[in-house]
């Protein structure tokens, strides 16, 4: 048996259960390890249905250029696919992503172009209305726009949701991601929720962003708005995938206490994952230990690989820097 193209082989990740830095909890953790993804990371799923809904809406023809913004793991799901299918990439970053990040996107053919963090979304000089001005000049080029498409939703309903209720033999009651543009976590939870609706979906998300006070309050409050360092979860927007309906309650996690659990997570676990994991496993294990009970199972999402932060949250200069070690 043989795959055609490397983008055959995302998906089908494993489920592992988590068994040190769990100690004093009831009940069981398992984690999805996305960076078993060919691309090392869970946006591989969606980038690739972004991609074949666009060809399939017309919106993406031979030659085209794909044009996204990205905190770097979906645009390496897009290269692949772009390589798999014949288009160019450009994607378009914030300075805040590791550098290895960059790089990695350079290696498999993307041109990459680097925008300031510290500007509003609306403020030409942002990550988002650079990559709609390229668009708009770039002729033949496609904008997926993984906020607002809901083709990323789509590939966790259909594919992650199922992945997890098979993998758990319909026995998991508790459901945490952390929530970036919101795909994973609401893709998994409206499918989970179907096949039960006592599961309980628990949204991780970081000091800095808008959604747990908008979750409570349905207020988009900007004082949530201030520069924090975790990579790729919490937003200064609301996404269309952020779907508040399917999120039960969401929990917020520091950067230090995330970079110092992916760090357990790595050492203790032998998982050595992207800083976003140790958020969704520091909430999800601050939730478990006042609300598992022994018979439950909890699924909790790693979204990528340690590689891209090599940099920062596993340097220990770095470390020190930050005073965290
Ligand atoms: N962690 C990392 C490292 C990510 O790149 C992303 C995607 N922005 C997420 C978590 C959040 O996933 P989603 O966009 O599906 O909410």
């Given at each position: 048996?043989?795959?055609?193209?490397?983008?055959?082989?995302?998906?089908?990740t494993?489920?592992?259960?988590?068994?040190?830095?769990?100690?004093?909890?009831?009940?069981?953790?398992?984690?999805?390890?996305?960076?078993?993804?060919?691309?090392?990371?869970?946006?591989?799923?969606?980038?690739?249905?972004?991609?074949?809904?666009?060809?399939?809406?017309?919106?993406?023809?031979?030659?085209?250029?794909?044009?996204?913004?990205?905190?770097?793991?979906?645009?390496?799901?897009?290269?692949?696919?772009?390589?798999?299918k014949?288009?160019?990439?450009?994607?378009?970053?914030?300075?805040?992503?590791?550098?290895?990040?960059?790089?990695?996107?350079?290696?498999?053919?993307?041109?990459?172009?680097?925008?300031?963090?510290?500007?509003?979304?609306?403020?030409?000089?942002?990550?988002?209305?650079?990559?709609?001005?390229?668009?708009?000049?770039t002729?033949?080029?496609?904008?997926?726009?993984?906020?607002?498409?809901?083709?990323?939703?789509?590939?966790h309903?259909?594919?992650?949701?199922?992945?997890?209720?098979?993998?758990?033999?319909?026995?998991?009651?508790?459901?945490?991601?952390?929530?970036?543009t919101?795909?994973?976590?609401?893709?998994?939870?409206?499918?989970?929720?179907?096949?039960?609706?006592?599961?309980?979906?628990?949204?991780?998300?970081?000091?800095g962003?808008?959604?747990?006070?908008?979750?409570?309050?349905?207020?988009?409050?900007?004082?949530?708005?201030?520069?924090?360092?975790?990579?790729?979860?919490?937003?200064?927007?609301?996404?269309?995938?952020?779907?508040?309906?399917?999120?039960?309650?969401?929990?917020?996690?520091?950067?230090?206490?995330?970079?110092?659990?992916?760090?357990?997570?790595?050492?203790?676990?032998?998982?050595?994952?992207?800083?976003?994991?140790?958020?969704?496993?520091?909430?999800?294990?601050?939730?478990?230990?006042?609300?598992?009970?022994?018979?439950?199972?909890?699924?909790?999402?790693?979204?990528?690989?340690?590689?891209?932060?090599?940099?920062?949250?596993?340097?220990?200069?770095?470390?020190?820097?930050?005073?965290?070690?």
């Amino acid at each position: 048996m043989h795959y055609n193209h490397i983008i055959e082989a995302v998906g089908r990740t494993p489920l592992v259960k988590l068994n040190k830095v769990t100690e004093g909890i009831k009940g069981t953790i398992l984690a999805k390890v996305e960076y078993m993804n060919p691309g090392n990371s869970v946006k591989d799923r969606m980038a690739i249905r972004m991609v074949e809904d666009a060809e399939k809406a017309g919106l993406l023809k031979p030659g085209g250029t794909i044009i996204e913004g990205t905190s770097g793991n979906t645009g390496m799901g897009l290269a692949l696919a772009a390589i798999a299918k014949g288009y160019s990439t450009i994607f378009v970053m914030s300075d805040k992503q590791s550098k290895e990040k960059q790089d990695i996107l350079r290696a498999v053919g993307a041109q990459v172009v680097v925008c300031p963090v510290d500007v509003a979304p609306d403020d030409p000089r942002s990550y988002y209305s650079v990559a709609r001005r390229l668009n708009a000049e770039t002729p033949n080029s496609f904008y997926p726009n993984q906020y607002d498409n809901m083709s990323n939703t789509a590939a966790h309903y259909e594919n992650t949701g199922p992945e997890i209720w098979e993998g758990t033999e319909g026995k998991i009651t508790h459901w945490a991601a952390g929530v970036g543009t919101g795909g994973t976590i609401c893709g998994v939870s409206k499918y989970l929720k179907e096949q039960n609706p006592a599961i309980f979906t628990l949204g991780i998300d970081t000091y800095g962003s808008v959604f747990k006070k908008y979750k409570e309050t349905g207020v988009f409050d900007t004082n949530e708005i201030y520069p924090y360092k975790t990579e790729g979860i919490g937003e200064d927007i609301l996404p269309k995938n952020v779907n508040f309906d399917v999120i039960d309650e969401f929990i917020k996690v520091t950067d230090k206490d995330a970079a110092l659990m992916t760090r357990r997570l790595a050492k203790e676990e032998g998982l050595f994952v992207g800083w976003s994991c140790g958020s969704a496993v520091f909430g999800a294990l601050e939730y478990a230990r006042e609300h598992l009970k022994e018979t439950d199972t909890m699924v909790v999402v790693l979204p990528d690989h340690g590689t891209r932060y090599l940099g920062k949250i596993y340097n220990d200069d770095w470390m020190r820097a930050q005073g965290w070690l």
